[in-house]
């Protein structure tokens, strides 16, 4: 256990006890410090942690004060959880060590962004299986599951994980593994936003230098055929093929815009060919690439506030296409991916970690552009009301209600982390809308 930092006075005290840089409003570089992707915040401090005792220290300062507290890696939450008003963020981004230790097991501070971490690790010819995008963050990906390229092939980044450091909300800072504290090991993989702050990872790297990846285009008037064929083959595919299919808003191109399943295969590419005969072939544009080169990045415009809702689904059936299908023309702004899971995904037991549902086949996930009126938003919402998955992924919700953390945590890893919450944070110290409450005995 590290000492608990005793922070009683004000901002100059903090600054006299991080190592990082401290932010208040007013200040140079506040503004730029105060927002994440999807939301402005206006917090009372930004602390840049530059080490665990850091996090301890802004810990401490919150508590003293009883502040609200905030996480954040990367920033790029739909729900804005990387910053709030009024209170402390804690930003681990200067923790961004990728250090490869023995047996190919890395280990990743939780500031890193994955990109980065792809890249580094690509040099000596490793790989994480961890999300699509560069820029988004290894604490926040981490602390939903991290569903990536690999994901078939891999499974979760959370899978992989073999230890964490973790600053509860008592001020410890915990190495955690599968014989120290395995509780809080078992909750940190799907939950770490309610337990504590990650500050590294130590996670096996596979030897995957490179991966077939691209994308297959067929024509829009084929979306229904290449859909369901698509659902059809990604359910009993070999591992490692993990794939999406990827509808683009009807607004688009006078709705015309062809339907594209992208791919990524850690193994051999003969496992595409019934891909090619799904519909009428446009655009074949698979090639062998680094697999650093897969992560890529998206830039959004400032004010954008898309509305973000997925969902889980154990199995596909053709009505579910005509609805999604349906829902598109009906909600124009509206893109929807829709990523097949199974294969080392399914694999684990669902209780091996508190990212729940491991017999989800699918993901519909599903993003209305821009920042949406108040019709479109409540089409919907209305749309996903009928829709009823089995269950939720946590890190792609941008309104989230009581009802999703339901759907992300099912009954009986709820009340183990409600648990588990009462034991390391009683005082909900660490609590957003996604996050589980403590349950007293
Ligand atoms: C463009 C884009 C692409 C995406 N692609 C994928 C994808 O391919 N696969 C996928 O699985 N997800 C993906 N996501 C979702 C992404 O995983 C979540 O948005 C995630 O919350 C972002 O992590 P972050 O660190 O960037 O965010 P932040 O906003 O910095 O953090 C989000 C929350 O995570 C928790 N958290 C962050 N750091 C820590 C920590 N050190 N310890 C404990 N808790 C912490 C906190 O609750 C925090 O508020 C994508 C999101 C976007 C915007």
């Not at 730029?32 to 930004?46: I, K, L, Q, S, T």
């Not at 502040?67 to 963020?89: E, I, K, M, Y």
């Not at 998206?298 to 059936?317: C, E, H, K, V």
């Amino acid at each position: 256990m590290t000492e608990f930092v005793v922070v009683g006075g004000g901002i100059d005290e903090l600054r006299g006890v991080v190592r990082g840089e401290v932010l208040v409003a007013g200040e140079a570089g506040y503004a730029e410090a105060a927002r994440v992707v999807m939301a402005e915040g206006r917090p009372g401090v930004v602390v840049r942690c530059a080490g665990a005792a850091d996090v301890v220290a802004a810990l401490r300062y919150a508590e003293a004060r009883d502040l609200p507290v905030a996480v954040r890696s990367g920033g790029h939450n739909a729900a804005g959880f990387g910053t709030n008003d009024g209170g402390v963020v804690i930003d681990v981004r200067p923790m961004d060590e990728v250090k490869v230790l023995p047996d190919d097991v890395v280990r990743v501070g939780a500031g890193a962004a994955w990109g980065d971490v792809a890249a580094r690790l690509g040099k000596l010819g490793l790989a994480i299986s961890s999300g699509d995008t560069a820029s988004v963050g290894v604490g926040g990906l981490m602390a939903g599951g991290g569903i990536g390229w690999m994901v078939r092939k891999h499974g979760l980044a959370i899978d992989n994980v073999v230890s964490a450091e973790v600053v509860t909300a008592d001020g410890a800072v915990r190495r955690v593994d599968a014989v120290n504290e395995p509780e809080l090991f078992w909750g940190l993989r799907g939950a770490a936003g309610s337990l504590g702050v990650v500050t590294s990872y130590d996670i096996t790297a596979v030897r995957q230098p490179t991966v077939h990846y691209g994308t297959l285009l067929y024509p829009w008037t084929q979306t229904e055929q290449v859909l369901n064929g698509w659902a059809e083959y990604a359910a009993t595919a070999p591992e490692s093929l993990t794939s999406s299919l990827q509808l683009a808003p009807t607004m688009m191109a006078d709705r015309q815009v062809p339907v594209a399943i992208m791919v990524c295969v850690a193994g051999d590419p003969a496992v595409l060919e019934p891909l090619r005969n799904l519909g009428t072939l446009l655009t074949d544009k698979v090639a062998e690439v680094p697999y650093a080169e897969v992560l890529s990045d998206m830039s959004m415009p400032a004010d954008w506030r898309p509305r973000i809702r997925n969902g889980l689904f154990d199995m596909w059936w053709p009505d579910l296409t005509g609805r999604l299908l349906e829902a598109r023309q009906q909600i124009p702004a509206m893109a929807m991916e829709i990523r097949a899971l199974g294969g080392a995904f399914g694999a684990m037991p669902a209780d091996a970690t508190a990212f729940a549902h491991r017999d989800a086949q699918f993901m519909v996930n599903s993003v209305v552009m821009g920042t949406p009126d108040a019709q479109a938003a409540q089409d919907f919402d209305a749309f996903w009301e009928t829709l009823r998955p089995n269950g939720a992924y946590l890190n792609f919700l941008s309104n989230p209600t009581d009802a999703d953390v339901d759907s992300c945590y099912p009954e009986s890893h709820r009340a183990r982390l409600a648990a588990l919450k009462q034991e390391v944070d009683p005082g909900n110290v660490f609590r957003n809308a996604l996050s589980v409450a403590p349950q007293p005995e």
